[in-house]
């Protein structure tokens, strides 16, 4: 079974500029989560999708953070425009329902904005 | 709303010993769940141990057992017999099944384990 997969792996850009990252989650699993680790913190949720539609994005700065999931199969994740403060890696999950199951999660992007 | 707390950034275990991670939590719900999940350098995160709140045995896995202490707030992981393989960050998160439903997470334990 192939495991989430996310791109790019890094990414270094600069402030003020847009990015985005992609997300392939596992085949059959209708939840999608995006969450965002900075250095030396656990992981943050900003947004989870069933299927295609948005459960929570109450941690998303909506103002220049977005996200889709197009299908209800992959999902992107942009900043519009990018801060220092957006350095961090930013970690995909997937599981099979919204609920306390096992979350399966990518590689990571990191980003970082100079 | 959920917190996690682990106090212990770093830790380290001679290989074949046994260690013991901290991690504390406060939520509100009365039905949620506790996890463990392995961040090894590079690589993904996993999932290690899962327990239920409304559990009283405490859960297992092979090498890794947890003590979950409910009216103390307290799930702790013990490694037994630990492998260099074991050499990770660990999270302790938590999942509350009533109005957020999201997975908190602590700040992590870095465990290195010597040879």
């Known amino acids: 079974e192939a495991g989430v997969a996310q791109s790019p792996r890094y990414k270094i850009i600069e402030k003020r500029q847009s990015v985005a990252f992609w997300c392939n989650p596992i085949?059959?699993?209708?939840?999608l989560y995006w969450y965002q680790q900075i250095l030396g913190q656990g992981p943050k949720l900003l947004i989870q999708?069933?299927?295609?539609?948005?459960?929570?994005d109450s941690q998303l700065p909506k103002d220049r953070f977005s996200a889709e999931r197009l299908k209800g199969v992959d999902s992107t994740l942009k900043i519009q425009p990018a801060k220092l403060e957006d350095s961090a890696v930013y970690l995909c999950?997937?599981?099979?329902?919204?609920?306390?199951?096992?979350?399966?999660f990518g590689p990571g992007t990191r980003l970082t904005v100079t | 709303a959920q917190t996690v707390t682990q106090s212990q950034p770093e830790m380290s275990v001679q290989e074949a010993e046994t260690v013991t991670l901290s991690c504390t939590y406060d939520?509100?719900?009365?039905?949620?769940?506790l996890f463990w999940y392995k961040q090894p350098p590079s690589r993904q995160m996993i999932l290690v141990i899962r327990?239920?709140?409304?559990?009283?045995q405490n859960a297992t896995e092979n090498r890794f057992s947890v003590n979950f202490q409910k009216a103390a707030k307290s799930f702790s992981l013990k490694i037994s017999d630990s492998q260099l393989g074991d050499a990770a960050m660990y999270f302790c998160?938590?999942?509350?099944?009533?109005?957020?439903?999201?997975?908190?997470f602590g700040s992590g334990t870095q465990l290195t384990v010597l040879p």
């Open positions: 327990q239920e709140a409304y559990k009283q």
């Open positions: 085949s059959g699993h209708a939840t």
């Open positions: 998160a938590s999942f509350s099944s009533g109005s957020a439903r999201q997975l908190t």
């Open positions: 999950a997937s599981s099979s329902g919204w609920g306390p199951y096992e979350q399966y």
């Open positions: 939520t509100s719900e009365s039905d949620y769940y």
């Open positions: 999708f069933q299927n295609n539609g948005v459960v929570d």
